[in-house]
């Protein structure tokens, strides 16, 4: 690999802006350009936080971070603000990504037509399967892991995507970061630790599965105790024998780290 290979760095006022600021962006951009396919030229504070599903006043100190404050009476133009968002996410060129583990998740997300829309480009997937390697999927054969640092440099590649099996995604990990990725989207259920300088976002889908558990409980304990339709309580209840006893054990609440969850 290059030593000195150019890092392309994302333009516009970034410096300074909070990350769940910058976990709501992309979110802002969605509904822009929902606004703008259906014709709007401008839209108020309030009908973009609606569309995006926050309030006003975070939405107007979110885009004051960008130098973006709207225009009392009009607010803001939906082509200026989709430019302004898209630079600071650096949306404004197409940034080739490198994926690997291509088991059923990895199938599926290099088959995935919402990156290309939104400025990504699948340049290559790795197995460290041999028998996987050499396989064709969505345009693109296979790779061994062993030839990713070649390819990092010759794609000047700087985000990774991991859909490996857990036990295997720190190594994986590793071995992007010597290559030279400096961000890494991790779908394995399991904390990466990088060096200073590499970006780590997660997304594990049974932790949401387990937030939403939680607040079905809250729901169902606001309710009068009741469980949900398809709890898995003894005869419906959120309640489960004791072997020692042979009483009724309430089964507890799930526990929740704010920390992993996107966007906070």
Request: hydrophobic share 40%.
């Amino acid at each position: 690999m290059s030593g000195d290979r150019p890092r392309i760095r994302a333009a516009g006022r970034t410096r300074g802006v909070p990350e769940a600021t910058v976990a709501r962006l992309p979110v802002y951009l969605r509904a822009l350009h929902a606004l703008a396919d259906a014709g709007h030229d401008t839209v108020s504070s309030e009908e973009l936080a609606v569309a995006a599903g926050v309030n006003s006043a975070k939405l107007r100190k979110d885009l004051s971070h960008l130098g973006s404050y709207g225009t009392r009476g009009v607010g803001y133009e939906v082509a200026l603000l989709v430019d302004q968002i898209s630079r600071a996410l650096g949306l404004t060129q197409r940034w080739a990504v490198v994926l690997v583990g291509v088991g059923n998740l990895g199938h599926a997300l290099a088959g995935y037509a919402g990156f290309a829309s939104r400025g990504f480009r699948i340049a290559a997937l790795f197995d460290a399967d041999a028998e996987r390697v050499g396989e064709r999927i969505a345009g693109l054969d296979i790779r061994h892991i062993d030839d990713l640092p070649r390819v990092v440099d010759e794609e000047q590649v700087s985000i990774g995507v991991i859909s490996t099996p857990s036990d295997a995604a720190q190594e994986v990990a590793d071995r992007l970061v010597e290559a030279g990725v400096t961000s890494i989207l991790n779908f394995a259920p399991c904390v990466l630790q990088v060096p200073d300088g590499v970006d780590v976002r997660k997304v594990d889908l049974a932790l949401e599965l387990q937030i939403l558990s939680f607040h079905e409980q809250r729901k169902a304990d606001s309710a009068g105790g009741r469980s949900g339709v398809n709890g898995t309580g003894v005869n419906g209840s959120n309640t489960v024998p004791s072997a020692a006893s042979g009483t009724v054990t309430p089964l507890p609440a799930p526990r929740v780290d704010a920390r992993e969850v996107v966007g906070q």
